[in-house]
């Protein structure tokens, strides 16, 4: 039986990853792996199966990650992206697939470097697999690859919630990624060139239809940037852009929490002990997840632009327990681990999704779980 | 050396403030706090002396006293520790002030009357600005009544850059936006079921702004101390300007204000204690000036006929005191009551509120020393 190792597998999305692996890969073990081994075994218990299983895992000990990767045939990573570098490090040397959430574009183009050694010991590795990106990158390689010339490559994605939550804000992922999409200079491609730009900048009015109505998104460091490009260097890209959207009042609020200094890298006293800002804010909001027991109810649109004209859309939807942006994030990335565990992605190397997911299987698999793709507002999957 | 004060919370914000005003005004002062390098301008006067101090071992805080030698003693520290400050002090047999706290505090501290008093010492509790400067001048006013029915008081502010700045201690103003407030109404008191807003109103130095019913000492000492002119009515109200207020109202809603202690790194601490400290570290903006407005509307009859006065103290960022903003107005008050005890002008014995024992003509014109300026129905009287 092929064994998935999920990292972080009780996080906000890890959950995601596991549910839709205990659902769709069959007969194969998933063990949920972490550092808080009460919060493993309490997920793992919930399946009330032999095939879900836990361990104690502490990243920062390299020893003991290797060690507990040997065996296991891929290696989920859904962790914050930080620790990318040294888990894939892990994987190399105990000769593990692998697979992960994005890196925020410098991480992205680090990791890249890692191929080599992924060849050497016959072994995949897709970075980026998530919804945004992940879904994204596979949504531009689609569309792309219908046309001759792409020039202009706009991703941006948005969301619609009809949630009636019992709390006065609800984070919708990390705040550290968060805090990053509003501070760091997104990187954009223009003209055969990266360039960095000013963090917020970029603003721009999106109509996304009835639904979704019309929203407005300003750019962010994403990873796309950091490998669309190249994937479409042949077909002349000369602009490549990442925004996301969010509603004023959010934007406000983060606004004034970045203002205040919540989101600084260093450190308060406590005692003779220190800590860092940054680290404590986002322990202290990652509790305004939304409250359990709500029910919620939202969609989320990620879109593709090509050429200004060319639009495909996948759009989510909430299953009362997750957030639609947690299960288009979550699911791609069990998916593309299912493709490779299924000997569908033969090369090996470190890949980015639009390199080696095939956009037809991927988007059935996608439909299975009720996630629909829309070329030019018409429903083709 | 033996000090005229030792200040507790001396290097806190309005510690710091007290304990600059006793020594410009020729005292020798003990520090006690826990950051020395905050105080390092005010310990170059060959008068200051700085002494660590945790008082959350209350040991520590008679010792502290003791080693000071001071004759009075001035608590500037968080309101959880005046109850622990006013034993100290039945111990070494000092007298005190503080800058009050909560009704819930504030009646624990008035339950210690009859030992102050058969120790012959003065508590005088809630000295800062209001509590404290407002009481006083409320008092002042009130003495031209024959009979007083209601009084509304509070505080607004505004500041000329809008950027946040820490106003006054975090922790009493999510204290003061959590716990339910409680009126004075037709001579009972009310425990209201929320924060309460009072609507939109037009300030003498600030202009229009909202005010909210808030918990505040005032409501206790007021129906207490005036009884005797028939008082049926005390509200208190707050008001902070949109972009404080925004702040306040966002990190109370995300829990930022929250008791909880949690774990980060290796490191525990209450998640209130690290939004003060995040916020500690805000620079004021260069050119930030404050104005802030006490205020008291005072219905009754003078000489038989129905009077509604308007009683005004405008605090104004001072030149020299940029960095204090208004908050002079809290720092510099309970350095001049604690002055009055030490210069015996203070006889009463027990624990008052301000109101009951400062000598009200002579404290208005202390705060007109200090640019505090006192108007009554417009018209300035300090």
Redesign the interface.
């Known amino acids: 039986m092929k064994k998935y190792f999920v990292l972080g597998g009780y996080g906000i999305v890890g959950k995601a990853v596991v549910n839709d692996l205990f659902r769709y890969s069959k007969n194969e073990i998933i063990i949920i792996a972490g550092r808080d081994e009460n919060k493993a075994r309490d997920f793992a218990k919930s399946f009330n199966s032999k095939r879900v299983k836990y361990q104690k895992v502490d990243i920062s000990n390299e020893k003991e990650l290797v060690d507990s990767l040997i065996g296991k045939d891929i290696c989920i990573n859904c962790v914050q992206y930080y620790f990318n570098l040294r888990i894939m490090e892990s994987c190399i040397k105990s000769k593990t697939n692998y697979v992960d959430l994005g890196g925020m574009f410098h991480m992205t183009k680090k990791q890249l470097e890692f191929c080599k050694e992924f060849i050497k010991i016959g072994k995949c590795a897709i970075i980026g697999m998530g919804g945004a990106p992940g879904l994204s990158n596979v949504l531009a390689s689609y569309a792309g690859n219908k046309l001759t010339k792409v020039n202009t490559i706009e991703i941006v994605f948005a969301d619609v919630d009809y949630t009636k939550y019992n709390q006065?804000?609800v984070l919708p992922y990390s705040f550290k990624t968060l805090v990053e999409e509003f501070t760091l200079n997104p990187a954009i491609f223009r003209d055969d060139k990266i360039r960095f730009v000013e963090p917020r900048s970029g603003v721009k009015e999106y109509n996304f239809g009835k639904e979704f109505g019309k929203q407005t998104g300003f750019l962010t460091l994403h990873s796309e940037i950091a490998t669309l490009p190249d994937y479409f260097r042949k077909r002349g890209i000369k602009r490549c852009e990442f925004r996301v959207t969010f509603d004023e009042s959010f934007i406000e609020?983060l606004d004034?929490?970045i203002?205040?200094?919540?989101s600084?890298n260093?450190s308060?006293?406590?005692g003779k002990?220190?800590?860092?800002?940054i680290?404590?804010?986002t322990?202290?909001?990652n509790?305004?997840v939304p409250n359990k027991g709500v029910n919620i109810k939202d969609k989320e649109i990620i879109r593709v632009i090509l050429n200004g004209d060319k639009i495909v859309d996948a759009i989510t939807q909430s299953n009362g327990k997750m957030s639609a942006g947690v299960l288009d994030t979550g699911i791609p990335c069990s998916i593309a681990s299912q493709i490779i565990m299924n000997g569908k992605v033969c090369k090996s190397g470190v890949f980015a999704p639009e390199d080696v997911i095939n956009s037809t299987i991927f988007f059935k698999e996608l439909k299975k779980r009720n996630i629909i793709i829309r070329e030019n507002g018409r429903t083709i999957s | 050396m033996k000090y005229n004060f030792i200040v507790f919370g001396g290097t806190g914000q309005q510690g710091r403030i007290c304990s600059r005003d006793l020594l410009e005004s020729g005292y020798s002062v003990m520090l006690a706090g826990r950051n020395k390098e905050v105080v390092e301008d005010l310990l170059r006067n060959k008068k200051a002396g700085f002494m660590k101090v945790d008082l959350r071992n209350s040991d520590n805080i008679a010792k502290a006293i003791i080693k000071s030698g001071a004759d009075v003693v001035v608590n500037c520290a968080e309101l959880v520790f005046n109850v622990a400050v006013m034993k100290a002090c039945l111990k070494t047999n000092k007298s005190l002030t503080d800058l009050g706290g909560l009704q819930y505090i504030t009646k624990e501290q008035f339950k210690l009357h009859n030992e102050f008093k058969k120790s012959k010492l003065v508590c005088i509790t809630g000295c800062g600005s209001t509590p404290g400067l407002l009481n006083v001048v409320v008092k002042h006013a009130i003495e031209r009544f024959d009979k007083v029915d209601t009084i509304d008081l509070g505080f607004v502010w505004d500041s000329n850059i809008k950027k946040?700045v820490i106003p006054y201690s975090m922790h009493s103003i999510f204290d003061e936006f959590t716990q339910l407030p409680v009126t004075f109404h037709k001579g009972k008191f009310l425990k209201e079921n929320r924060i309460i807003c009072r609507g939109t109103r037009n300030f003498k130095a600030v202009g229009k702004q909202t005010v909210y019913c808030i918990v505040h000492s005032e409501v206790y000492s007021f129906a207490k101390y005036f009884k005797k002119y028939g008082l049926n009515n005390v509200h208190y109200m707050a008001g902070f300007p949109e972009h404080s207020a925004?702040?306040i109202q966002?990190l109370l809603?995300?829990?930022?204000s929250?008791n909880e202690e949690?774990e980060?790194?290796?490191?525990?601490?209450r998640?209130v204690?690290?939004t003060d400290?995040?916020?500690g570290?805000?620079n004021i903006s260069k050119g930030y000036k404050e104005t802030e407005n006490l205020w008291a509307e005072i219905n009754g009859t003078i000489n038989g006929k129905t009077k509604k006065m308007k009683v005004d103290c405008i605090i104004k960022t001072v030149r020299g005191w940029e960095d204090a903003g208004s908050n002079i107005d809290t720092g510099r008050t309970i350095s001049i009551m604690s002055q009055m005890i030490k210069n015996g002008l203070i006889k009463e014995k027990g624990v008052f509120a301000p109101e009951a024992v400062v000598p009200h003509k002579l404290f208005i014109k202390e705060l007109s020393k200090r640019e505090m300026y006192v108007y009554f129905d417009n018209k300035k009287i300090n």
């Open positions: 006065s804000f609020k004034l929490l203002s205040l200094g919540f600084s260093k308060v006293e406590f002990k220190e800590t860092k800002i680290d404590s804010t322990k202290i909001m509790k305004l | 946040f925004k702040v966002l809603n995300l829990g930022f929250s949690i980060v790194n290796g490191v525990k601490f998640i204690d690290f400290k995040v916020l570290r805000l």
